[in-house]
T-cell receptor, first 114, second 112 residues
Framework: DVKVTQSSRYLVKRTGEKVFLECVQD?????MFWYRQDPGLGLRLIYF???????EKGDIPEGYSVSREKKERFSLILESASTNQTSMYLC?????????????FGQGTRLTVV | GNSVTQMEGPVTLSEEAFLTINCTYT??????LFWYVQYPGEGLQLLLK?????DKGSNKGFEATYRKETTSFHLEKGSVQVSDSAVYFC???????????FGQGTTLQVKP
């Protein structure tokens, strides 16, 4: 079975902290994505990666960075967390950028910044 | 640019009612189209997909047809159940990047 695993379901962090959200997929997919989900706004793409050490900005990259040192792992970093980054974060993966199929999603991490 | 617009919710229906959730898109090139579903407390699951014009995707009694002439991909089900209560997202996939672009989501509540 296809699996995308996010390291935490719930996180509470303080303003100004550096926060790491981890995502691992076991499908040998090339593409990995980070989205945030907010009511009324749907899912907005933060960053995506189509290969190890490659990354591209999505629609809302400000305040975030990413790391992909291994194919199966894609980390989202909040350099200095702020309250407006309180949200649900969803990681996804898909086969490749040249052979597009559906994306598979993790369970999500609900982050609260206080 | 590329975008997806869904009908606003919430949509409240009685069990066995007919469901339509409208979705229209703007895209360059030839995108794939998807419907995802998110049950309470869970991540998104693929419900159905269509990869080219006039394709019909179907799953679990839901169906949607890729209409290029009206740039639409409306979701339908003939008889909804309480267990269909969830948030439904329409999305388009860009073949040159692998990016998925989502609509804002439509909450469906089905009452017994």
């Amino acid at each position: 079975d296809v699996k995308v695993t996010q390291s935490s379901r719930y996180l509470v962090k303080r303003t100004g902290e550096k926060v790491f959200l981890e995502c691992v997929q076991d499908m040998d997919h090339e593409n990995m994505f980070w989205y945030r989900q907010d009511p009324g706004l749907g899912l907005r793409l933060i960053y995506f990666s189509y290969d190890v050490k490659m990354k591209e900005k999505g629609d809302i990259p400000e305040g975030y960075s990413v790391s992909r040192e291994k194919k199966e792992r894609f980390s989202l970093i909040l350099e200095s967390a702020s309250t407006n980054q309180t949200s649900m974060y969803l990681c996804a993966s898909s086969v490749s950028r040249t052979r597009y199929t559906e994306a598979f999603f993790g369970q999500g991490t609900r982050l609260t910044v206080v | 640019g590329n975008s997806v617009t869904q009908m606003e919710g919430p949509v409240t229906l009685s069990e066995e009612a007919f469901l339509t959730i409208n979705c229209t898109y703007t895209a360059t090139g030839y995108p794939s189209l998807f419907w995802y579903v998110q049950y309470p407390g869970e991540g998104l699951q693929l419900l159905l997909k269509a990869t080219k014009a006039d394709d019909k995707g179907s799953n679990k009694g839901f169906e949607a047809t890729y209409r290029k002439e009206t740039t639409s991909f409306h979701l339908e089900k003939g008889s909804v159940q309480v267990s269909d209560s969830a948030v439904y997202f329409c999305a388009l996939g860009l073949s040159n990047t692998g990016k998925l672009i989502f609509g804002q989501g439509t909450t469906l509540q089905v009452k017994p």
